[in-house]
């Protein structure tokens, strides 16, 4: 398995650019921030308001320098605007695991198709440049939207932790967790996404 954090990838596609975040996206992400805090509704962390966005930026910049996390900004070529983040994390070397998510989009890039384009860069990526066998995701189990989002592009459920974590509101939730494995990117995952990214 190779370093994602020596790889330092930036992926693209005709569609969408993630290259690593940086302190200077501020200004980037704030019209988000500033009015669209509904989008971190469901979130472990919001940055929805200046304060709460320096705050995520700097925290994801400083776990990309500590190679804990690998913190993408997502850029849509097609709009030719900054259009939210994602990000692998808990990277586990010795097992060949990571997890994907802290994903958000903007309502105007919502069930536009990016969100495919951005998962079919970041799970090739995954899967067949650094040498993942697993990919996991998680989302509160009551997010609808994110939920059938995952398992659209392929992601099987494998259950939910009950009462699991506390959320930016202050409550706790339930977290659902599914996962794709390489063989099934490699079985047909990946063809199904290909097809309806076209």
Same mark, same amino acid.
């Given at each position: 398995? #190779?370093?994602?954090?020596?790889?330092? $990838?930036?992926?693209?596609? *005709? @569609?969408?650019?993630?290259? $690593?975040?940086?302190?200077?996206? =501020?200004?980037?992400?704030?019209?988000?921030?500033?009015?669209? $805090?509904?989008?971190?509704?469901y979130g472990?962390?919001?940055?929805?308001?200046?304060?709460?966005?320096?705050?995520? /930026?700097?925290?994801?910049?400083?776990?990309?320098?500590?190679?804990?996390?690998? $913190?993408?900004?997502?850029? *849509?070529?097609?709009?030719?605007?900054? %259009?939210?983040?994602?990000?692998?994390y808990d990277?586990?070397? !010795? =097992? &060949?695991?990571?997890?994907?998510?802290?994903?958000?989009?903007?309502?105007?890039?919502? &069930?536009?198709?990016?969100? @495919?384009?951005?998962?079919?860069?970041?799970?090739? =990526? %995954?899967?067949?440049?650094?040498?993942?066998?697993?990919?996991?995701? @998680? %989302?509160? %189990?009551?997010?609808? @939207?994110?939920?059938?989002?995952?398992? !659209? /592009?392929?992601?099987?459920?494998?259950?939910?932790?009950?009462?699991?974590?506390?959320?930016?509101?202050?409550?706790?939730? *339930?977290?659902?967790?599914?996962? /794709?494995? #390489?063989?099934e990117w490699?079985?047909?995952? #990946? #063809?199904?996404?290909?097809? /309806?990214?076209?």
């Amino acid at each position: 398995m #190779k370093d994602i954090f020596q790889l330092q $990838p930036v992926l693209e596609n *005709d @569609r969408v650019l993630l290259r $690593p975040i940086e302190e200077s996206d =501020f200004d980037n992400l704030l019209s988000f921030s500033l009015n669209e $805090p509904e989008i971190w509704k469901y979130g472990l962390v919001t940055a929805a308001g200046e304060e709460n966005l320096k705050h995520y /930026i700097t925290t994801a910049v400083k776990n990309l320098n500590e190679q804990k996390e690998y $913190p993408f900004i997502v850029f *849509d070529k097609q709009a030719n605007r900054y %259009a939210g983040s994602t990000r692998f994390y808990d990277v586990q070397h !010795a =097992f &060949r695991t990571t997890q994907l998510g802290y994903t958000w989009y903007g309502k105007d890039f919502q &069930r536009t198709g990016l969100n @495919r384009h951005c998962k079919l860069l970041l799970l090739t =990526f %995954a899967f067949e440049e650094w040498g993942l066998e697993r990919v996991e995701f @998680r %989302a509160d %189990a009551n997010n609808a @939207r994110s939920v059938a989002a995952m398992k !659209a /592009i392929g992601c099987v459920e494998e259950g939910i932790l009950r009462n699991h974590m506390t959320t930016a509101s202050g409550g706790r939730r *339930d977290s659902i967790i599914l996962s /794709i494995l #390489k063989t099934e990117w490699l079985g047909g995952v #990946k #063809k199904k996404l290909e097809q /309806i990214t076209i």
